[in-house]
């Protein structure tokens, strides 16, 4: 069932709510959480139907947020809420809000938004693209306790990615860092069933993919070893190698599909590693509404970092391999040259 609201305010569309939910006779709402996406008419389509796919794990109340572009300088003055709401199979196993913010209006979408939110019940925001340079002090993020952003949907992901790192708050996560879930379960599945040190390590895939990136700066986080980053022809993470005192374990993926994983002294196994479409990567994160620390911890390592042993302290003036120091040897170097980027970026909006 589909309503049509033009011109109306939070207040007729919670009374649009309850007046289908009750004609298709499911007065009692069986939601979990409210989702609100923020996205643009381009990408509107691709984010809801993710959500909707989504919600038959989680039934929720999915609110999109589309912030119309004004042409004229009296349209921008002019503020204009219209609304579409879905309810039953139209919206998945929830309900879903599509609100277009005309005017004025689009800068203040959080009060119209706050009406809207389930009460009682944890809040996501996720931004498909276009994501703030700070997702926790964004009017509309400081209303969730999840924030969820993509650094792969960014014009330059990795200055993206040093960004988020710079900026993450508890309830901050990257879609860029689900998709590696399962290789992250592989790789340490592999070193419970092979009890060696691991002494280097070397991570392959796409130029310029975060998720490539957050791999390595995880496996230099934990394991507290120098992790080489190289490059390949994808699609996406091809492969990861893990130097131990027992022998290299390999995990490779040419194809996007179907992984070999290859450890000494073992045969060669087959392992399943497709890569996930939106639905079911938004899906694994709306399954926690805790704070990611594993993340956190990745993705604040610095991108600068790597190919140097995790462990080593930022003052021991060892030289990289040009010969010369970096110039963000620190993490605090790193954050704010991220926190500069994030200044700027935000500026230019």
């Not at 939601?31 to 929720?60: C, F, G, Q, W």
């Not at 309810?87 to 706050?114: K, P």
Request: net charge neutral; aromatic share 2%.
């Amino acid at each position: 069932m589909k309503i049509d609201l033009t011109e109306t305010t939070s207040s007729k569309i919670n009374q649009a709510l309850v007046s289908a939910r009750r004609a298709i006779g499911t007065p009692a709402i069986g939601m979990v959480l409210t989702l609100v996406i923020v996205t643009d008419e381009e990408n509107a389509y691709d984010a809801l139907k993710a959500a909707s796919d989504s919600s038959r794990e989680h039934p929720s109340r999915i609110i999109a947020v589309i912030k119309r572009v004004s042409r004229s300088p009296r349209s921008r003055r002019d503020a204009r809420l219209d609304a579409e709401v879905r309810v039953g199979s139209d919206s998945g196993t929830g309900e879903t809000v599509v609100l277009r913010l005309h005017g004025e209006l689009a800068n203040h979408a959080q009060s119209v938004v706050l009406p809207l939110l389930l009460p009682d019940a944890p809040v996501v925001l996720w931004w498909p693209q276009d994501a703030p340079a700070d997702p926790a002090k964004d009017p509309l993020g400081a209303l969730a306790q999840r924030r969820i952003t993509d650094t792969y949907s960014a014009a330059r992901p990795l200055d993206e990615l040093a960004v988020r790192g710079a900026t993450y708050s508890p309830g901050d996560t990257d879609l860029a860092w689900t998709r590696i879930t399962p290789w992250r379960s592989m790789l340490a599945a592999a070193l419970d069933q092979q009890a060696a040190e691991v002494v280097a390590a070397t991570v392959e895939g796409e130029s310029d993919n975060p998720s490539c990136e957050l791999l390595a700066m995880w496996l230099a986080d934990r394991l507290g070893v120098p992790v080489e980053r190289t490059h390949s022809g994808g699609p996406g993470l091809t492969a990861v190698r893990m130097e131990t005192r027992n022998g290299v374990i390999t995990l490779h993926r040419p194809d996007g599909s179907l992984a070999t994983l290859s450890m000494q002294g073992q045969p060669d196994r087959g392992v399943a590693l497709k890569r996930r479409e939106t639905a079911e990567l938004l899906a694994e994160e709306l399954r926690r509404l805790d704070p990611d620390n594993t993340y956190a911890s990745a993705v604040k390592f610095g991108l600068e970092r790597l190919g140097s042993t995790a462990a080593k302290p930022a003052e021991s003036g060892e030289a990289g391999e040009s010969g010369e120091k970096p110039a963000s040897a620190t993490p605090a170097a790193t954050a704010t040259a991220a926190k500069k980027a994030a200044a700027k970026r935000a500026a230019s909006k």
